[in-house]
């Protein structure tokens, strides 16, 4: 534990007082160096920067992500980052505790993160509901990532002291209009899904490898559930692995373009560019028509 506690405090990691409800992994500034974001429950939220060299310097203040836009400090409990936008740098949703709403910081791309939450649905989609467990998905494989959140009060006398808030609300799926946008499609997921519970854990996985993302929800004091996502395939999206072979660290950082050519029953039906700030990495593509052929065309670094 010592030993835990020193190396902690050596790499700049050591803070006693937060709660750490939730963590992430995500490279916010774009060196190629995986960072750190940590929800802290009604404490201000992390964010430590990789200084390279096994150390971090915590930095949610001047990124605009401790606080909310009012300077309070929220209930962060799951936490997620993903590049819901294509804007080449990851965003981030933090659920928050009701009448707080959900955070939904976007990267401005110069260390900034702006609260896009109170001007979106997502706002108004979160504000009376206690989100847990939350993250970026795909789910109907258009290549451009959904959100879900786990919903469910702590106080069960809570409807009867607040006449707005719901002990057992339903879990929030929310779609991703593609153009920073985001509209709650809960209803339209199946009256299951739809159902109020106190949900707290969540994950998701391809359980029957048909391609599309689906989801287990934990529940307090209650069973997990297991979401069959029947659907979501519909698009016929090909996930593609880029592997880039780096000699050098800062090889990481760079972007790469693959440009492929695809067919569908012997005729070209798409050039495809997958780009990507990552060595190794997968992306759902989308067409609609049966593939035939995939041809790699073209490979090459870029200039972020
Ligand atoms: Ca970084
Ligand atoms: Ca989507
Ligand atoms: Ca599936």
């Not at 002291?161 to 991703?176: E, M």
């Not at 997990?224 to 880029?242: E, P, S």
Request: hydrophobic share 40%; with cysteine.
């Amino acid at each position: 534990m010592a030993n835990s506690k020193t190396r902690r405090k050596k790499a700049g990691l050591y803070d006693p007082i937060s709660k750490g409800l939730g963590i992430t992994v995500l490279d916010y500034n774009g060196d190629g160096w995986p960072d750190l974001l940590i929800a802290n429950d009604t404490q201000p939220n992390k964010l430590y920067l990789n200084n390279r060299n096994g150390t971090f310097t915590e930095n949610a203040i001047p990124a605009g992500m401790a606080f909310s836009e009012d300077g309070v400090a929220r209930a962060g409990m799951g936490v997620d980052a993903a590049d819901y936008d294509r804007s080449g740098k990851p965003s981030v949703i933090i659920s928050n505790f009701s009448n707080q709403m959900m955070s939904l910081y976007h990267n401005e791309g110069n260390g900034l993160f702006v609260d896009e939450a109170p001007r979106s649905s997502i706002g108004r989609a979160s504000l009376l509901t206690l989100g847990f467990a939350c993250f970026f998905f795909d789910y109907d494989l258009d290549g451009w990532p959904d959100i879900f959140v786990a919903n469910g009060h702590l106080d069960s006398d809570i409807e009867r002291i607040q006449k707005r808030i719901q002990l057992s609300p339903a879990a929030a799926l929310i779609h991703n209009l593609r153009n920073g946008k985001f509209e709650q499609v809960t209803a339209s997921a199946g009256a299951t899904f739809a159902t109020p519970r106190v949900a707290r854990g969540a994950a998701y996985a391809d359980i029957d490898n048909d391609g599309d993302l689906d989801l287990l929800i934990t529940t307090n004091a209650g069973p997990a559930l297991l979401f069959r996502n029947d659907g979501g395939n519909r698009n016929h999206a090909l996930r593609v692995k880029l592997r880039v072979q780096v000699r050098t660290a800062t090889a990481l950082a760079r972007w790469y373009e693959l440009n492929m050519t695809v067919k569908s029953s012997g005729r070209c039906c798409a050039a495809v560019p997958v780009i990507s700030h990552k060595a190794n990495w997968c992306s759902p593509l989308v067409w609609t028509k049966n593939i035939s052929s995939v041809r790699p065309d073209h490979m090459a670094e870029r200039e972020n």
